[in-house]
């Protein structure tokens, strides 16, 4: 059994899958716990750190936590159907077994972070690695600023987390705005490009940072609508998806140059990455 | 499971599903007796197979690979069988350069009212499967134990 | 995913010879089998309820029920597994009593290869996805092609219920085989009577598009959306103008040409109209016989023409029709009596095929309904008629039974008693099928109220006498040798089929038999269906038949074709072959060997990939076996799950 | 270190047969047309003619290696409760590698800063390494494909390995460099060779002085790293390359390797095995994404690994030391010096072509 | 042959404005093989290099050049694989200028690093009249051009390239050749089913799954999206089980079946030497057999395996 995981960097921690929420029609999340008591209590984890899911005979891939760590009960991780192991896991249930391999990767400066307002800037999936930092923040209100968060899917049943969306948008120390791409004649919030709709909304670059993910496309105008914003590349932060393999930094997958995705990063921010080799 | 030691050996057989398999209904419904070591795998069409399952299923440890599928000019998809037959007449080339011995494998085609003559052809290949014996295996053993005994 | 597994006992007919217990038990052991029972009748309502319980109890994703061959009952168990909320492609089957309980006497066996089959279905389902049947909406237009009676009758039927049809004849006239006959068996009634009125609701339908002398050229598309391109030959006669007077051909000097309406007995002019009750009664030229076309001088029949409708220089044209159903009714050919050389057909003038003794017999034939032997004239007084010329003898390649011939020969005797009350007929025969409605009194009827003698055995030679016909042949029931002189000898050609079906079947990506009889879908269940969806079978061109099975079937393919066409949108077989962009490079190998032209190349991104026409897979998975990247995927047949079949059965 | 043994050339098979007995030992043998690294057996006897084939890095990373076992259980009582076992497979094989080269064992050196990085140990090749002798014979002859003293090694060196094993006309000459190595040393019944160090040590001097001189290529990481963005250069360096595998898989210092699982019903283990960093799949995302989708990407990520990032990373050491595997059995003959030197030469301006 | 290789240089040099790229051959790393050359410059014309060292098939470069008009240099086998491609629309033939030239047989380097005992210790290699002289660390020798050659030479049917544009040099028949080597089929044949079994197994044992063969192959399309390294579908797994390797190899033999025109560059390539080319001899020989055909003759043609005919006349099914 899971003799030593943390000292063997490939043996996951072995967890048990408590809850499956449908959130769209190929977007599932996961809450899963550790089966040691033990090791569930000691798990610590920063806002934006990714594990490993591994199902045992297909194999293992990435997802950020997407729960914040002051909420413990479980560790949440949302899945989009795409290839193999995430059909896979698509097809498991409640009380089935996985495999956890976390925390790996760099968190959000949640840290430097503080007292400054926070724009997020989240598209499709690219919700996921926002929620941690948006809940972490929530839990810890009076230490940030202004909170704004503009969320987009491409259509309002694409969008996940809709059970969270009614409050987040009900409360008043935060200000959401959601969007999609196709409305539809039920659709009460704003239809039109993520990019397009930030301009609108126009947040102030004064003290603040933005922190966006979302399909590559999507943040290639958001930062650009950022840049027109005034914001400068210190003050916008991403989070890549890359294929990562070992996620300590060895099996050579997700180095840009001599950075390791799956160590420096995930979380850089805009500055950084221009810094970076160009080969994303 | 696996078949049953000492009595059986490891037979496939890839049937299509609109000729053979009814073939080998129609046996059934007529209680045709036949060996039990044949276990069959039905595919739409003989055109559905690659010839590769049938190396796949030797490598695999099979001692006999059985396709049957619509006589020529009865498929149901109308051409199937005419490419199958190509691509299993030059599979027949390359089991021997492998070194498994070409008679362990056979297609032929069987109707789905050839009852009679699917017993046959079942009768027939098995004995001649139990004529060659087990398939040779590999000196390095199985997969799984070869990985677990990564000692090197 | 969370697998039910469901072993039958069949009563006893699987739990017999199979430890249905014990076979439940092992498929617990396989991977993500939650639940597994055995129950007495899977398909009884309380073994589906069984199954329906469990699945809201354990769950269940998907199950497998082990139990008779899925030809029997895979459709039931669908929508078992459909009613208790499941996906209906969430469903496998394992074969244990046609495949396993039925043919293995060794109990242990059959106990430990039924769990082998259950665990390959369960590896099969694990590797199942939700398929949901995509929508095409479809094109009410009908084609017929073949007017014969089958054809006639489908043709009308289909119309009567509102639809569109186009009905596509090879020849100038529809009517078939049928307008050639005389008299019909076992009522007698005259045959272009019961016809004729047929043939004219053809020409009178608005709702019938009639192209004859026309021939299919190709067939692309697919159920509900056939592109059907249609030769229109030329007939030298623009039939817009055409009135069918005939006057053309009371003029044309041509007058020895070849008369393909009666059978070659009697000659016709180049330019003609076949018949008098053609539909459409219209003239066409005989290339081959006409001066003008063969020698350019003539222009008689321009003359003659009051329509100015003669054109030398009409071509072929090939017309497009968009149809979403097409129904086969192309009939069949006649024995080429030659070919058995010790009769003497072909050589002996007085030696005549049954069709071309119909058209002596017919009023409207070359003989006026007068029988005289072709060779000089007379009324021939003892006239044999041979059976099963071309029927039953394997030597030939003709081992069938073509069924309507025993019954025509005795029908041309009792008419040659009322044509020749003097005359005598002798009929040679190997056994008497007669088994329709009043078939067998008729021939009794023959034998008995019109005299005519049935010997039992075959001719073994006929040789010219006299100016008569000496025939040697046995007599099997009383063993002894028989010669009878006769004048004339009627061969009972057998019926084979027709000139270029095979290439039409290939048009129709349908299948034919060796002897280029068409198949249907099934022998029992579906006799006028084919195995490509949307085309239908009637009449003699999936084997021989007379009038009445004929008609029925013509009238069986209308009814499944208005049944096709009541809905508005077909739903697709989900079960077809997919393309993974990413993995595709288009090199096109699949398309070359799709049997259907379901696949296509197209541009994505600036790079070629293939593509699946969904609603014109049919599902064989050729083209899986031909992608060496395993970029093109059949549904419920992937690799994977071939090779997880294949694992399962050979661990290693 | 100090000890020092020595061994008759004609009594090396059976020393090695003797160590046999107690821990696998890993030398090259000729088998077909290549030589590899494979288990000792006296009757194949050992080649030590030149360089292997295959370098001995699988006696480190072999080229599958199941990292963990698991095993999906069933009870009988309750078949819906799916239980899973997972259990870890740690080497556990001393092990002697004889016959490396000086090359060879630097190799190790490349490796052990990834995969023993202080804090983060890969438990499978450190308690391979652990239990691992390596003893590695000085080059006498470097081929003309050897490029060890351009990269910062020599056919002499002892950098990586436990034994330094120098070859002096009928004797092999044992001297101890790590402790690990001392202590086996001490184990065996050799005859002590103390005064024999000199006369090896002048021996791989000499040989080192023979070895034609070339261009170090210790500059490079700057030069290959001002050069990411000089696509023309990698188009032109990769064109010929056939994104095949022969010189990642045959080379002492890379280390790329997939995961995956591969499992029999409801068992199976996870199997860690070669990768090339030059295959298209080898980068390729489950989104369809691959950030290094064309042959020059990945040929400028091969040797900006090896000459720029990993020197990056590890105080200027080259993850190339020179063995020319690479070049001897390309099935193009590319040749990664002339990469290099050309890298080194580059001038942008010029826009000079880059055959190579 | 100077002067065949000045002509040579200055065919490309004239048709080198109108082209993206001419893949040549220049001199390699060692003097007993030559290497690709990519010329994209005038400059780069002088390297051009044609003699019997010139052993690689260019062709497989082709399909990933698609949509560029290039050039390239064939010798007769070469340019069966050219055939090959076109026939099966993977290059396109209007953006293709192919060089044609006449050879006698291309050396191995392998067998002649073994005839002359250099190793990898050469100095230098030249080649003069019919001989190549070697000096090495081991000394200085020749060896004869025609003991040197690679195997398939010993079976060439087409020593001038066709398809062609513009032919350098003289046409002429194949290279008169005695004392074929064995083929390891020939080798096979000898042995019994275990045997055979038992060989594959101890040679895929020694494959270290580089795929270099797979990636050498001319008609191995697929390269980047090769099912041997993927899980869907999963042919085979990632293991080093000979097994695993054996069933590659009969994939790739399969996937070639009726295409491959036994060019050789699966066994050139391969790094330790494995003989690769074996199964698709044998599956040649039985596709010539049934189908009397062989690949790379006539690009208008289709592969036997992507046809097929109602009635085989050389198919003898069992009776049962």
Redesign the interface.
Same mark, same amino acid.
């Given at each position: 059994?899971?003799?030593n995981p943390g000292?063997? $960097?490939?043996? %996951?921690f072995?967890a048990t899958i408590q809850e499956v929420v449908r959130e769209t029609q190929n977007i599932k999340t996961f809450r899963v716990t550790l089966n040691d008591p033990e090791q569930m209590r000691n798990f610590r984890f920063a806002p934006g750190q990714v594990g490993q899911l =591994?199902v045992?005979?297909? @194999? !293992? =891939?990435t997802f950020v936590i997407n729960s914040p760590p002051t909420r413990m009960e479980y560790l949440q991780f949302s899945v989009m159907r795409? *290839? !193999?192991?995430?059909t896979r896991l698509h097809? $498991? +249930?409640k *009380?089935?077994?996985i *495999?956890v391999r976390a925390p790996l990767g760099n968190s959000f400066p949640f840290e430097d972070m503080k007292g400054k307002n926070v724009v997020f800037v989240g598209g499709g999936i690219g919700m996921a690695p926002l929620r941690t930092l948006l809940l972490y923040m929530l839990d810890n209100r009076t230490d940030y600023g202004d909170i704004t968060l503009l969320y987009g899917a491409r259509s309002p049943s694409d969008m996940a987390f809709s059970y969270e969306l009614p409050d987040w948008l009900a409360r008043k120390d935060m200000s959401t705005v959601l969007t999609v791409d196709n409305g539809t004649p039920d659709w009460a919030h704003k239809v039109g490009l993520i990019p397009n709709v930030l301009k609108e909304m126009n947040p102030s670059p004064e003290n603040s940072v933005a922190v966006t993910c979302g399909p %590559?496309i999507m943040i290639k105008f958001t930062i650009q609508a950022l840049h027109a914003l005034g914001f400068q590349d210190e003050q916008i932060i991403t989070t890549l998806?890359? +294929?990562m393999?070992?996620g300590? @930094?060895?099996? @050579? +997958?997700c180095?840009? *140059? =001599?950075k390791y995705v799956c160590q420096d990063g995930p979380v850089f921010t805009y500055a950084q990455l221009r810094e970076l %080799?160009?080969? $994303? | 499971m696996s078949v049953l030691e000492g009595k059986e050996l490891r037979i496939i057989g890839f049937l299509c599903n609109w000729c053979s398999y009814g073939g080998a209904d129609t046996a059934g419904v007529g209680r045709f007796t036949q060996p039990t070591d044949l276990r069959i795998i039905k595919l739409p069409c003989t055109g559905r197979i690659n010839p590769l399952f049938v190396v796949r299923a030797f490598l695999n440890g099979a001692d006999g690979v059985l396709v049957s599928g619509c006589h020529p000019r009865d498929c149901h998809y109308t051409a199937g069988n005419f490419y199958a037959r190509r691509r299993l007449e030059v599979l027949r080339s390359l089991l021997p350069v492998m070194g498994i011995e070409p008679a362990r494998f056979e297609y032929t085609w069987v109707s789905a009212s050839e009852g009679q003559r699917w017993r046959t052809v079942v009768q027939k290949f098995t004995e001649q499967i139990h004529g060659l014996g087990p398939i040779p295996a590999f000196k390095s053993g199985t997969c799984l134990e070869a990985c677990l005994g990564t000692a090197i | 995913m969370n697998i039910g597994v469901f072993v039958c006992h069949c009563g006893s007919n699987i739990a017999g010879t199979v430890d249905t217990v014990a076979v439940a038990k092992a498929a617990l052991a396989y991977p993500e089998v939650v639940f597994a029972t055995d129950t007495m009748y899977a398909c009884s309502e309380p073994g589906q309820a069984g199954i329906i319980e469990a699945v809201q109890k354990y769950e269940l994703d998907g199950v497998v029920v082990a139990s008779c061959t899925p030809r029997m009952h895979e459709a039931t168990f669908r929508r078992t597994v459909e009613r208790a909320g499941l996906n209906r492609y969430m469903f496998e089957m394992a074969n244990i009593r046609e495949h396993v309980s039925w043919i293995g006497k060794d109990k242990d066996a059959n106990t430990n290869k039924a769990a082998e089959l259950v665990h390959i279905a369960v590896e099969k389902l694990r590797r199942n996805t939700e398929l949901t049947a995509g929508e095409f909406t479809i094109n009410k237009r009908v084609m017929v092609i073949g007017g014969g009676v089958a054809g006639i009758q489908a043709a009308l039927d289909c119309a009567d219920g509102g639809l569109e049809v186009v009905l596509v004849e090879r020849e100038p006239s529809i009517g078939g085989k049928m307008s050639k006959l005389d008299k019909t068996f076992p009522t007698v009634d005259c045959s272009s009577c019961i016809l004729g009125p047929r043939m004219v609701d053809i020409a009178q339908n608005p709702n019938i598009t009639l192209y004859t002398l026309s021939e299919v050229e190709s067939v692309d598309g697919f159920v509900g959306n056939f592109d059907v391109k249609v030769r229109r030959k030329a007939a030298y006669v623009d039939w817009t103008l055409c009135t069918g007077c005939g006057e053309c051909a009371a003029k044309c000097p041509s007058k020895k040409t070849p008369d393909r309406f009666n059978e070659f007995i009697g000659k016709t002019t180049a330019i003609n109209i076949p018949f008098p009750q053609a539909i459409p009664k219209k003239a066409s030229i005989n290339a081959a016989a006409c001066l003008m076309l063969t020698k350019g001088k003539c222009g008689a029949c321009v003359k003659a023409c009051p329509a100015g409708a003669i054109q030398f220089k009409q071509e072929d044209e090939i017309v497009t029709e968009q149809v979403g159903a097409v129904i086969v009714a192309t009939g069949y050919d006649l024995f080429d009596f030659t070919q058995y050389g010790e009769y003497g057909g072909g050589r002996y003038p007085d030696v005549i095929t049954s069709m071309q003794y119909e058209r002596l017999l017919s009023a409207s034939g070359p003989t006026e309904g007068h029988i005289k032997r072709p060779s000089d004239g007379k009324e021939p007084k003892d006239i044999v008629f041979i059976q099963c010329v071309g029927s039953r003898d394997k030597s030939i390649g003709r081992p069938y039974c073509s069924g309507f011939c025993c019954m025509y020969t005795a029908k041309q005797t009792i008419l040659t008693k009322d044509h020749l009350p003097e005359s005598q007929s002798y009929v040679f025969y190997m056994d008497i099928r007669s088994p329709g409605k009043g078939y067998d009194e008729f021939i009794r009827r023959a034998m008995e109220e019109y005299g005519a003698r049935y010997i039992r055995g075959r001719v073994s030679a006929i040789q010219p006498k006299n100016g008569r016909y000496l025939i040697k042949g046995v007599n099997t029931l009383m063993g002894d040798q028989v010669e009878i002189e006769a004048d004339l000898v009627v061969l009972a050609v057998g019926a084979e089929a027709a000139k270029g079906a095979p290439q039409l079947a290939e048009k129709l990506r349908i299948s034919y038999d060796t002897y280029g009889f068409y198949m249907e879908g099934h022998p029992k269940l579906k006799p006028v269906e084919t195995n490509t969806a949307g085309i239908y079978l009637a009449g003699s061109c999936q084997g021989p038949k007379d009038i009445p099975s004929s008609v029925a079937q013509g009238g069986a393919a209308a009814s499944k074709v208005l049944g096709l066409f009541s809905k508005d949108k077909l739903a697709s077989d989900p079960q077809v072959s997919s393309v993974s962009l990413q993995r595709c490079i288009g090199c096109a190998k699949c398309q070359s060997v799709c049997p259907f032209g379901a696949i296509e190349m197209t541009q994505f991104r600036g790079m070629t990939k293939a593509s699946v026409i969904a609603t014109v897979c049919q599902g064989c998975g050729n083209c899986t076996s031909a992608c060496p990247q395993g970029a093109i995927q059949l549904s419920h047949f992937t690799d994977n799950q071939i090779l997880a079949e294949v694992h399962a059965l050979c661990p290693y | 270190m100090g000890a020092a043994r020595c061994i008759k050339k004609d009594a090396l098979l059976t020393w090695l047969e003797e160590v046999g007995k107690s821990r696998l030992v890993l030398a090259p043998r000729a088998q077909g047309k290549s030589t590899a690294f494979l288990p000792f057996d006296p009757a194949k006897g050992i080649s030590l003619s030149g360089l292997a084939t295959s370098s001995p890095k699988q006696a480190l990373i072999p080229r599958h290696e199941a990292l963990l076992e698991f095993r999906y259980t069933k009870t009988d009582q309750v078949p819906a409760q799916t239980g899973l076992a997972v259990r870890e497979l740690i080497p556990n094989q001393p092990t002697l590698v004889f016959g490396a080269r000086p090359c060879d064992a630097r190799g190790f050196t490349v490796l052990d800063r990834v995969y023993d990085a202080g804090a983060k140990r890969d438990v499978y090749y450190c308690a391979r390494r652990d239990k691992t002798i390596v003893a590695t014979v000085a080059c006498t002859e470097p081929a003309d494909t050897c490029f060890c003293n351009r990269v910062g090694g020599g056919p002499g060196d002892s950098a990586g390995s436990d034994i330094l094993v120098t070859e002096l006309d009928q004797l092999y000459v044992l001297e101890a460099v790590t402790q690990r190595g001392e202590a086996f040393l001490l184990e065996q019944k050799l005859p002590d060779a103390t005064e024999l160090a000199d006369k090896a040590q002048a021996a791989r001097a000499a040989v080192r002085a023979a070895m034609p001189e070339g261009d170090s290529l210790l500059g490079a990481p700057d030069k290959v790293g001002a050069l990411f963005d000089e696509m023309p250069f990698w188009d032109g360096v990769a064109a010929k390359c056939l994104s095949c595998g022969a010189c990642s898989y045959l080379c002492p210092t890379c280390y790329c390797f997939n995961i995956t699982d591969e499992s029999k019903g409801g068992q199976g283990v996870r199997v860690r095995t070669w990768d090339n960093c030059m295959s298209f799949q080898f980068t390729l995302e489950g989104s369809g994404h691959n950030p290094r989708a064309t042959k020059s990407q990945r040929m400028r990520n091969r040797v900006g690994h090896k000459f720029c990032y990993y020197p990056t990373l590890h105080d200027g050491a080259l993850s190339c030391v020179g063995c020319g595997r690479c070049i001897a059995h390309c099935p193009v003959s590319m040749d990664i010096r002339r990469i290099v030197s050309k890298a080194l030469t580059y001038e942008k301006a010029a826009k000079e072509h880059s055959n190579v | 042959m100077g002067s065949q290789l000045e002509d040579l240089k200055t065919a490309i040099r004239q048709a080198l404005p109108d082209l993206d790229v001419v893949i040549a051959w220049a001199a390699g790393p060692d003097g007993l093989a030559h290497t690709p050359l990519f010329i994209t410059s005038e400059s780069d014309v002088d390297l051009v290099q044609w003699d019997p060292r010139c052993s690689q098939n260019l062709a497989g470069y082709l399909p990933g050049l698609r949509g560029k008009k290039v050039g390239i240099v064939a010798k007769g086998c070469d340019a069966r694989s050219i055939t090959e491609l076109l026939q099966e629309k993977l290059i396109d033939r209007e953006q293709l200028t192919v060089f044609g030239l006449h050879c006698q047989g291309a050396l191995d380097p392998e067998k002649i690093a073994a005839m002359a005992d250099c190793g990898r210790y050469v100095r230098s290699a030249e080649i003069n009249g019919g001989e190549l002289k070697i000096v090495s660390s081991k000394g200085a020798c020749a060896i004869s051009l025609e003991n040197g050659l690679l195997a398939k030479c010993f079976r060439c049917t087409g020593a001038d390239a066709q398809p062609c544009d513009q032919f350098i040099g003289e046409h002429g028949a194949p290279p008169v050749l005695k004392d074929a080597p064995a083929t390891t089929l020939d080798r096979l044949e000898a042995m019994s089913m275990e045997e055979r079994f038992q060989f594959w197994e101890e040679q895929m044992g020694q494959c270290i799954r580089c795929y270099a063969c797979r990636s050498a192959c001319p008609l191995c399309v697929c390269q980047d999206h090769c099912a041997a390294q993927s899980r869907e579908p999963h042919w085979v797994d990632q293991t080093d089980h000979p097994r695993e390797k054996l069933m590659f190899q009969a994939m790739h033999a399969l996937h070639t079946a009726g295409r491959c025109t036994e060019c050789g560059e699966c066994e050139r390539a391969c790094p330790v030497g494995l003989p690769i080319m074996t199964m698709k001899q044998a599956l040649n020989r039985q596709i010539k057999a049934l189908f009397d055909y062989e690949a790379g003759l006539d690009s208008e043609k289709t592969p036997p395996l992507f046809q097929f005919r109602e009635n085989e006349e050389h198919i003898k099914e069992r009776k049962w």
């Open positions: 059994m899971s003799e000292t063997n $960097l490939y043996l %996951p072995m =591994s045992f005979g297909v @194999g !293992e =891939s795409v *290839g !193999e192991l995430t097809k $498991l +249930r *009380g089935d077994q *495999g %590559p998806e890359k +294929r393999k070992c300590v @930094g060895i099996c @050579g +997958r180095n840009i *140059g =001599s %080799p160009n080969e $994303l | - | - | - | -």
